[in-house]
């Protein structure tokens, strides 16, 4: 078993929720925050100068969220675990897609590199992968390094030839899961996608999300950043650009 990056600590509520950040972590992390300033600025103006096409739409849902249970047994220490159950606010579904024409290698390929070295796709300026061991299977573990008062770390839960699904652990701004796949297309294509069921994972980013725009466009902005860098990764190019979808349900 794996050594979680943050453990259960004071930031646990009774009820089983995250607190907010302390003042002591709202410090440090202003700290790495200014330290990172200039790179998010980067990344900022890259995205408002961004040619890439992506197609977004948003669908208010009601009712029960279909989402995976969040109950169910997982690999690793069930008490650092941030399951979407224990989130603040709204439930989010997210998906973002993109279809690689031309592309050298295959799904299992494609995946695989993805998990070996996240740091591959992602925007590095804003989130650095940190692996916990070099295990790669079920309960192997990241600590996901991200400016403000939160980082971001995260287990794998489930592995597939053409999938892992990664569940947040305690510490992380959001509560729930997501899944990176990969599969063949009509064409002789193919199709990667990036799919999550989350919550806030506290008080302070569930008002943030909500009320600043700019978190949600960066949010927007990574994943579609990862999509990009998954179509190069394959050799391939994606003249359709990236669909983003988000599903949300109410407050509960």
Same mark, same amino acid.
């Given at each position: 078993?794996?050594?979680?990056? #943050?453990?259960?600590?004071?930031?646990?509520?009774?009820?089983?929720?995250?607190?907010?950040?302390?003042?002591?972590? %709202?410090?440090?992390?202003?700290?790495?925050?200014?330290?990172?300033?200039?790179?998010?600025?980067?990344?900022?103006?890259?995205?408002?100068?961004? *040619?890439?096409?992506?197609?977004?739409?948003?669908?208010?849902?009601?009712?029960?969220?279909?989402?995976?249970?969040?109950?169910?047994?997982?690999?690793?220490?069930?008490?650092?675990?941030?399951?979407?159950?224990? $989130?603040?606010?709204? *439930?989010?579904?997210?998906?973002?897609?993109? @279809?690689?024409?031309?592309?050298?290698? $295959?799904?299992?390929?494609?995946?695989?590199? %993805? %998990?070996?070295?996240?740091?591959?796709?992602?925007?590095?300026?804003?989130? *650095?992968?940190?692996? #916990?061991?070099?295990?790669?299977?079920?309960?192997?573990?990241?600590?996901?390094?991200?400016? $403000?008062?939160?980082?971001?770390?995260?287990? @794998? @839960?489930?592995?597939?030839?053409?999938?892992?699904?990664?569940?947040?652990?305690? $510490?992380?701004?959001?509560?729930?899961?997501?899944?990176?796949?990969?599969?063949?297309?009509?064409?002789?294509?193919?199709?990667?996608?990036?799919?999550?069921? *989350?919550?806030?994972?506290?008080?302070?980013?569930? %008002?943030?999300?909500?009320?600043?725009?700019?978190?949600?466009?960066?949010?927007?902005?990574?994943?579609?950043? #990862?999509?990009?860098?998954?179509?190069?990764?394959?050799?391939?190019?994606?003249?359709?650009?990236?669909?983003?979808?988000?599903?949300?349900?109410?407050?509960?």
């Amino acid at each position: 078993m794996t050594t979680s990056p #943050v453990a259960a600590d004071d930031r646990t509520a009774p009820d089983g929720r995250q607190r907010s950040p302390s003042p002591r972590q %709202l410090l440090a992390s202003t700290v790495s925050l200014a330290r990172r300033l200039p790179g998010m600025a980067l990344t900022t103006w890259r995205w408002t100068r961004s *040619t890439a096409l992506v197609r977004r739409s948003v669908i208010d849902c009601q009712g029960t969220p279909p989402a995976p249970d969040g109950d169910r047994p997982l690999p690793g220490d069930e008490a650092s675990l941030l399951r979407r159950t224990q $989130g603040r606010g709204r *439930t989010y579904r997210r998906l973002y897609a993109v @279809v690689v024409d031309d592309a050298r290698v $295959g799904p299992q390929e494609l995946v695989s590199r %993805l %998990l070996v070295d996240p740091n591959r796709a992602s925007p590095t300026e804003v989130a *650095t992968f940190e692996a #916990v061991s070099r295990d790669r299977s079920p309960g192997a573990e990241f600590a996901v390094r991200m400016p $403000g008062p939160w980082d971001a770390p995260v287990r @794998v @839960v489930e592995r597939t030839p053409t999938s892992f699904r990664l569940a947040t652990l305690r $510490g992380h701004m959001e509560a729930g899961e997501i899944e990176f796949r990969a599969s063949d297309a009509p064409g002789g294509r193919l199709l990667f996608e990036i799919e999550s069921w *989350t919550r806030s994972g506290d008080r302070l980013f569930d %008002l943030l999300y909500d009320k600043v725009p700019l978190a949600r466009e960066m949010q927007l902005h990574m994943w579609t950043q #990862v999509c990009e860098a998954a179509v190069r990764m394959a050799g391939g190019n994606a003249p359709d650009g990236v669909t983003a979808t988000t599903w949300r349900w109410p407050r509960g």
